[in-house]
């Protein structure tokens, strides 16, 4: 199927300033097996609706049409227009549910009381407080790679997901109960996948399990009660302190904020604060496991003295990192009028799907978008939403500077100390929903830091997304 007619169609659903969109056309058998695999691989499906139809690609199930859009354009109009493209939480679920308490996170509110929690919110992300964390998260990080010996074999992702949960618990939730948050986390995990398979298959013209919406309904639940259980946690534990959550939980207090909103807003910085940055912690050592040179001049840079007030690898790294396997792999929208995209009127109700990792990966903005290259940010400037793996605009995560503070603290203590080379042939795939991350862990060879830098080879859909440097035979396993 070729995109739809977008002009001079009787047909219209929406027009604004004389700019139209065509109702869908039927869809083609391809385009339901790319909307199909969008359910259970974003970033595959995602790529597939590209390929088929570019930048901006029209779909409807009934009556409401969903645009997939892509590319520095798309996303600037995305980003500056948060009156008109209201964040789209996905199946709200009936009035009283913890499904419909979720909404009423930072990734679901909007207008005025968005407004008033990120201002609530905001004094807890400035620079000056997220620069005081360093030392705490710095034990963090002692404290994980502490139980490290030269010659085991680790799962990154398990170590980082472990390393990024503790920091979750300590700077955040005030550190009452580490084992309440790893179940939070395995039940976060289970709600997450549903969510995003059953939101995506009520708005596609695709097939879901019968039970799907039952199920999602039920993970919901499940994980509400240990939120709960966690709230309850943070009231005897961060009462009075600076955090985040004593914030939130002052204001319900007061009677600003509801029950639902706190357990909605706790839910979103879970996943914010925990998900992605395991994720991006977990592809960056992977990316400088298995690109030497880099390696070897980060390695450099870190055992060298500081340089105060100039961009450093570690930054362009993390970087770059994040531009080539982003954590968040869209990010959604609800139009609540006609907006324009690129000369093609949106009419109001309709979804629009942002793909960061299309974006990031578009060849009219990064040459060579599939290599992993620290270094082209050091000859080019793109415009700026053309890399974009905390959103943008209004709605740019509060939590951007602690996560970038997170990962170069990370970076700064793990790459000194340690070699870590991936264990030959392991077969590494995505699992892709509204984040990114290996879908089977990533095992590594732990070694002490002796510069025998090398690449592994590895199998697995890891090589749709990134182009490695050639293994070479034996190396890696030195």
Avoid at 104 to 126: A, C, D, E, T, Y
Avoid at 284 to 299: G, I, K, R, S, Y
Avoid at 436 to 456: E, K, M
């Amino acid at each position: 199927m070729s995109l739809p007619e977008l002009s001079n169609n009787p047909d219209r659903i929406g027009s604004h300033s004389g700019m139209t969109m065509s109702r869908a056309a039927p869809h083609s058998d391809a385009d339901i097996l790319h909307l199909t695999r969008f359910l259970t691989d974003s970033v595959g499906g995602s790529v597939d609706v590209w390929k088929a139809h570019g930048d901006f690609a029209v779909f409807a199930n009934g009556g409401r049409p969903v645009v997939f859009v892509s590319g520095a354009a798309h996303a600037r109009t995305v980003f500056a227009h948060p009156d008109a493209l209201h964040l789209s939480f996905g199946l709200t679920g009936p009035r009283k549910s913890d499904q419909r308490a979720f909404t009423r996170g930072v990734f679901g509110i909007n207008g005025p009381h968005h407004q008033f929690v990120r201002k609530l919110m905001l004094p807890s992300f400035r620079k000056p407080v997220v620069e005081g964390h360093h030392d705490r998260i710095a034990e963090c990080v002692r404290e994980v790679i502490g139980t490290w010996r030269a010659g085991q074999t680790r799962d990154l992702y398990r170590e980082m997901k472990s390393l990024s949960l503790l920091m979750t618990d300590r700077l955040l939730f005030g550190g009452g109960d580490l084992d309440l948050s790893r179940r939070v986390d395995e039940a976060f995990d289970t709600w997450l996948g549903l969510h995003h398979r059953t939101s995506f298959a009520a708005l596609l013209p695709v097939e879901s399990p019968p039970d799907a919406y039952d199920r999602l309904l039920d993970a919901a639940s499940d994980l509400g009660a240990l939120l709960r259980q966690l709230i309850a946690s943070c009231r005897r534990n961060a009462a009075g302190s600076d955090l985040v959550v004593a914030r939130l939980l002052a204001a319900a207090d007061a009677g600003e904020l509801t029950e639902p909103d706190v357990l909605g807003l706790v839910h979103s910085l879970f996943n914010a604060a925990h998900h992605t940055v395991t994720s991006a912690l977990t592809w960056t050592l992977f990316l400088l496991a298995q690109h030497p040179e880099v390696n070897a001049d980060l390695l450099d840079e870190l055992s060298g003295p500081a340089v105060p007030n100039r961009a450093t690898l570690v930054d362009r790294v993390i970087k770059e990192s994040m531009r080539v396997l982003p954590p968040p792999v869209y990010v959604c929208r609800h139009a609540t009028q006609p907006v324009s995209f690129g000369g093609t009127g949106v009419p109001a109700g309709t979804v629009v799907v942002l793909g960061l990792y299309v974006t990031h990966h578009t060849p009219s903005s990064f040459a060579s978008p599939e290599r992993f290259d620290p270094a082209r940010w050091l000859a080019t400037a793109p415009c700026p939403h053309s890399n974009v793996p905390f959103g943008g605009g209004a709605r740019m995560c509060l939590g951007a500077p602690l996560a970038t503070q997170f990962l170069e603290t990370a970076l700064s203590l793990i790459v000194p100390r340690f070699r870590l080379t991936v264990v030959p042939d392991s077969h590494i795939d995505r699992r892709a929903t509204l984040t990114l991350r290996p879908a089977a862990g990533i095992p590594v060879l732990i070694r002490d830091q002796d510069r025998r830098f090398s690449t592994s080879p590895v199998t697995g859909t890891i090589h749709e997304m990134v182009n490695l440097p050639t293994a070479t035979a034996g190396a890696a396993a030195a």
